[in-house]
């Protein structure tokens, strides 16, 4: 009879901690059936597609039903569902400190919301370490792109520190620069002279005193927050001190000429650089509005309470500013929104990244709130998509990423709804396929309620 008790006991201990697992397709074949595929190749929905996936790639796709290699699969119903490339975070922070812990909780959560790929853009050492586990399978996370310890006005004093700082962190393994502001006409140059030298990309911000036609012709790999394009279109600009232009020319964006974007645009086209706009910065923290009502969002549970003080008082303190003018936020918003459509008409590259977390942009979620801002701007929700999809695969020069084809990583979101339709689809997540391991909604819960802060 004890026995009898024990088994019984330990049925209900196994099943009252029943963990949703992640389902590898490594050595094994998972079939999302009866899916309404969006390719992403052009803008289309083709109706009641299957997938094959195995060994973390597409193996097939084609009308349901008739792919071999499909029975023994496990199988995922795509009934009513609509599925996509997984995203990627083109402007994220990891933390930059030694607790691998936190770097990977971070990486996490944007998985979890469907972000396979992010650009780290505040490098450091253990970085690359949690790059190199993800690579070989070691830890689960988005694929990792990462640049390594900023250069900025703080880091780098002399020409020789820069170009020093540039070989080392070519020697480490890094992807490529961040750039922060500060830099000098003679930094820049040191930078840009050694980049070129070690062949080591470089990005992020166009510091003040080197502004936006110095750094097009060095030929930035992407300019992100769109630094300096608003400031460009300010006569008299020269004349004008950094501290009343303020961040992205929040105190002064009411004085863009806009007749001026065209040269803007003919800049960043002819030298190929992406634009990663970050919007959510312009949106979400300029334009704050009362930002106790910003970090009552659901999402801000995965925020220490820390950080959402220290997003409070950002927004406090800009406000406070006695520059700070909320018509002149209101027209940062609508140039930078003119600038995009000029972007998105002449063929300029647009990445999605919001910059999270920076100032009110969860991991993950602040993605999808980017998107919108695009759709805000005027691209359709297609082009949107093609930010942090199709556009991703071709500034990381592979055409496996960002897109739903035989021989592709198996890297998707199903959806409840179409995004084409309305972009806000793209939050109403069924599953996430991060390199071929399929996460259900079941686990995706599961393992966000893990993540979840004081
Ligand atoms: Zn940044």
């Known amino acids: 009879m004890s026995r009898l008790l024990t088994i019984i006991f330990l049925l209900i201990h196994c099943y009252s901690n029943a963990q949703e697992q992640l389902i590898s397709s490594s050595g094994k074949n998972i079939l999302i059936r009866n899916v309404n595929l969006i390719p992403m190749e052009r803008e289309v929905v083709i109706p009641r597609q299957d997938i094959l996936i195995r060994d973390g790639k597409i193996a097939a796709i084609g009308n349901t039903g008739t792919l071999t290699g499909s029975k023994d699969a496990f199988i995922i119903d795509g009934t009513g569902k609509f599925i996509i490339p997984g995203l990627a975070e083109m402007h994220a922070h990891v933390p930059p400190e030694d607790n691998l812990k936190a770097i990977e909780e971070t990486g996490f959560l944007f998985a979890l919301k469907g972000i396979t790929t992010i650009r780290g853009m505040l490098g450091h050492p253990r970085h690359i370490e949690y790059r190199n586990k993800i690579n070989s399978g070691e830890i689960i996370g988005p694929r990792f792109i990462t640049s390594g310890p900023s250069l900025s006005g703080g880091s780098v004093k002399t020409a020789e520190e820069a170009s020093a700082m540039v070989k080392a962190e070519k020697a480490a393994g890094y992807d490529f620069l961040k750039l922060h502001p500060g830099l000098t006409p003679e930094t820049f140059a040191a930078i840009e002279k050694t980049a070129k030298e070690v062949n080591i990309p470089f990005a992020g911000h166009v510091s003040y ?30 004349t004008i001190p950094e501290s009343a232009v303020g961040l992205f020319a929040v105190f002064i964006a009411d004085r863009a000429d806009e007749s001026r974007i065209p040269k803007l645009i003919n800049g960043l086209k002819s030298k190929n650089i992406y634009v990663v706009p970050t919007e959510c910065i312009t949106r979400r923290w300029f334009a704050a509005g009362d930002p106790e009502l910003l970090i009552a969002a659901p999402e801000m549970k995965y925020m220490s309470s820390k950080t959402k003080t220290s997003w409070v008082n950002a927004a406090k303190n800009l406000q406070q500013n006695p520059s700070y003018k909320p018509a002149t936020v209101k027209s940062l918003i609508e140039v930078r929104h003119h600038i995009l459509r000029e972007c998105q008409k002449s063929g300029v590259g647009i990445l999605l990244g919001s910059g999270a977390p920076q100032e009110f942009d969860v991991p993950g979620f602040s993605a999808h709130q980017e998107l919108q801002y695009y759709v805000d701007a005027g691209l359709t929700p297609y082009q949107a998509l093609v930010t942090g999809t199709v556009n991703v695969g071709r500034y990381l020069k592979r055409t496996d990423i960002g897109i739903i084809k035989p021989g592709a990583v198996a890297d998707l979101i199903l959806l409840g709804a179409d995004p084409l339709k309305n972009i806000s689809a793209t939050k109403d997540i069924n599953g996430v396929m991060l390199s071929g391991k399929w996460m259900s909604e079941s686990y995706i819960i599961q393992e966000l309620k893990k993540l979840e802060k004081d």
């Open 209 to 238: 005193k080197v502004g936006v036609w110095r750094a097009i012709d060095a030929g930035y790999a992407t300019i992100d927050h769109m630094d300096w394009f608003v400031e460009s279109l300010v006569p008299g600009i020269d």
